[in-house]
């Protein structure tokens, strides 16, 4: 099912003037299309200067910040020399962590010799104890046939009889854990606690170097862990090796041995972690890597990933700093020094930073960070953009009126030259029109009359089918002089209609009276279906029933075999419904498209026979448009066609016949 919908105001056919139009267009778009080349142009150089001017003023900026952040390096590095310079390695590094000056140090002695991160070494015994080789060897014979307290025997002689003391705690820490193995947990206790405890084993070292007391103690908590009966024991215990690990003066620990320590410590004992733990992770791990110590004052890469290193002045001190830092702290700096306007500035490494669209300028930082660049970011908008923005819109303003302008002139010629050709059209139309249509009717009146009057004395029953015949021809060019009227108002705008209360039953009615004699004598059924307690509309009587009278002429020109037309009215919400219903020969979608048009037939040869001129649905448009209704067209070729006209209802009627 094909259906349209025409409104008032729809535009009727083309008006035939393309070439004019297509060169009025012309001459506006070339010299439109200069011109905004010009402004597009104008408006680039001006912006480039803006950001030349502006990328002047923040270099200018930016070599300030460059000096203070040389002198800021400078006053780190030197306090790197002076900060508890004259204190062993051990306590410098934890004021220098402490102070907060980088996230970790490594210490060297003036001839370049790692001095601190710790390194656990080899430790060889000055002197054998007697029966030590074979005393030890014995031991572990007995560990490996399971005898755990034989040899824990063995290993108290050896503590006892031997006067070396890094052998007589490693004795002791052997017979520890044979004792805790054998199920003594009490006596593994008091010697790891309480023996391994005195004074003269403060600095004893095992064989590669690591502190034995430290180690003792983590075994005793590990130990003593989940003993009530040793929870003294064991917050004493854990209170004397946290101590000790926060401990950085002789004998100082391995820095591994002590992050060992201190990771165990933290998940045996729910208390504050170390503050100190990761300056020594990332010290160690700097060592592991071997990156080559510094030979320049230069901020440096590591082989670490992100981490990077300076030397003070004498290289007795490499500051190791997480490149995030440095970010953060050079950020801070460049904020608290920088005075540029609506703009950030970030320190990045060369190669990274800020993408190229968010990066509005890019400098080298200075001596001391050479492989870091300045990352500025335009925080608001351009302080020296208000200039080139008024210049610019006066540009764009001056353009856009001008092609207005152009565009109001070729606008006022093209309406004007296409109503002269729409009126010309019209008017050949018209006069073409009338003169075919007027001259069929009046050629059968004059052909009628006259054999009427050769006739004298004829047959009286057939000259009252000639006068009738003539009724019929006058009928018809009352019709086509009606609608010629009715049309020349139109195109006037001087139809006045007279508003009131209408009917649509009673305006059915005179229309069907109306077409009655028309329809009866082409043997055409004409059935009307009109809804109980309809409400009235606001409208013109007689234009009402001249649009249901040009639907129901239209449904008899374009009629076939089936000989039905229905009209049904009905209410729907606020409006009313009037449709014409025919079984004709349909509409085409194109058709449906331009039935509207003045002049427009959908078959001539039909029209030719049945008389019409093409301005009937064009004059049902128009009244509608009037009455601020709408059409609806459903049609299909060779299925007929429903013609519906909807009509605001009459919002008093509506109310009493809802009361």
């Known amino acids: 099912m094909r259906m349209a919908m025409r409104k008032w105001g729809t535009p009727t056919s083309g008006t035939g003037f393309g070439p004019v139009l297509l060169l009025l267009i012309v001459a506006v778009v070339a010299p439109t299309a200069c011109l905004l080349w010009l402004i597009t142009q104008a408006t680039q150089n001006e912006r480039l200067a803006i950001r030349q001017k502006l990328e002047n003023a923040y270099r200018a900026e930016l070599q300030e910040v460059r000096v203070r952040l040389e002198d800021w390096w400078r006053d780190r590095t030197d306090r790197l020399t002076a900060l508890a310079a004259d204190v062993p390695a051990g306590e410098r590094f934890a004021k220098l962590v402490d102070e907060g000056l980088a996230d970790s140090f490594i210490l060297c002695n003036t001839q370049g010799e790692l001095v601190y991160p710790v390194l656990p070494w080899p430790r060889v015994p000055e002197s054998q104890p007697t029966g030590g080789p074979e005393e030890w060897v014995k031991a572990e014979d007995l560990i490996a046939a399971g005898a755990l307290m034989e040899a824990a025997g063995i290993y108290q002689a050896i503590a006892d009889q031997t006067t070396e003391i890094d052998l007589a705690a490693q004795a002791l820490m052997a017979q520890a854990r044979c004792l805790g193995g054998s199920g003594h947990h009490q006596a593994a206790i008091d010697v790891l606690v309480h023996r391994l405890s005195e004074p003269r084993y403060g600095n004893a070292r095992d064989s590669n170097g690591r502190l034995i007391v430290p180690s003792a103690q983590l075994v005793a908590l590990e130990m003593m862990a989940g003993r009530p009966a040793d929870q003294s024991d064991f917050g004493r215990t854990a209170r004397d090796l946290r101590a000790r690990l926060l401990n950085y003066r002789e ?144 540009y764009w303003w001056t353009g856009i009126l001008v092609i207005l302008a152009c565009a109001a002139v070729t606008l006022v010629l093209a309406r004007h030259m296409g109503r002269q050709v729409r009126l010309t059209r019209l008017k050949n139309d018209l006069i073409a029109t009338v003169s075919h249509e007027l001259k069929t009717p009046l050629s059968s009146v004059r052909v009628l009359v006259e054999t009427l009057l050769d006739n004298e004395c004829g047959n009286p029953r057939q000259t009252r089918e000639y006068l009738e015949m003539i009724a019929r021809e006058n009928q018809r060019l009352s019709r086509l002089i009606d609608n010629f009227l009715t049309f020349s108002r139109m195109e006037r705008n001087k139809r006045a209609f007279e508003m009131r209360a209408v009917s649509l039953s009673e305006v059915a009615k005179d229309a069907v009276e109306a077409v009655h004699e028309r329809f009866h004598a082409a043997g055409f059924q004409l059935e009307i279906k009109t809804a109980p307690q309809l409400p009235q509309v606001t409208g013109d009587r007689d234009a009402l029933v001249t649009l249901l009278v040009n639907l129901l002429d239209n449904a008899l020109k374009y009629a076939r075999n089936d000989r039905r037309v229905a009209v049904r009215i009905n209410a729907v919400g606020d409006q009313v419904c009037m449709a014409v219903e025919d079984h004709g020969i349909g509409l085409s979608r194109r058709d449906i498209r331009r039935i509207f048009d003045r002049f427009y037939q959908v078959d001539r040869s039909l029209s030719r026979e049945s008389g019409g001129c093409g301005l009937g649905l064009s004059i049902v448009e128009f009244i509608v448009d009037a009455h601020g209704g709408r059409i609806d067209v459903r049609s299909q070729p060779g299925q007929g066609s429903t013609f519906s006209i909807w009509l605001p209802a009459r919002v008093e009627a509506t109310r009493t016949e809802q009361g």
């Open 251 to 394: 004998p100082v620990m391995p820095t591994a041995q002590r992050l060992f320590l201190m990771e165990r410590l933290g998940s045996l004992v729910p208390q504050p972690g170390f503050e100190r733990w990761d300056a020594e992770k990332l010290a160690l791990d700097y060592v592991e890597s071997q990156t080559p110590l510094p030979s320049t004052t230069i901020l440096t890469r590591t082989l670490l990933n992100r981490v990077w290193q300076l030397a003070s002045e004498d290289k007795t001190v490499v500051a190791l700093l997480q490149e995030s830092r440095i970010v953060s702290e050079t950020a801070a700096m460049a904020k608290k020094w920088a005075t540029l306007p609506e703009a950030a500035v970030w320190v990045f490494p060369t190669g990274a930073g800020l993408s190229d669209r968010d990066c509005f300028l890019r400098e080298p930082v200075g001596q001391t960070m050479t492989d870091w660049q300045f990352n500025v970011k335009l925080a608001g908008p351009n302080p020296f953009a208000k200039a080139a923005e008024r210049q610019i819109a006066i």
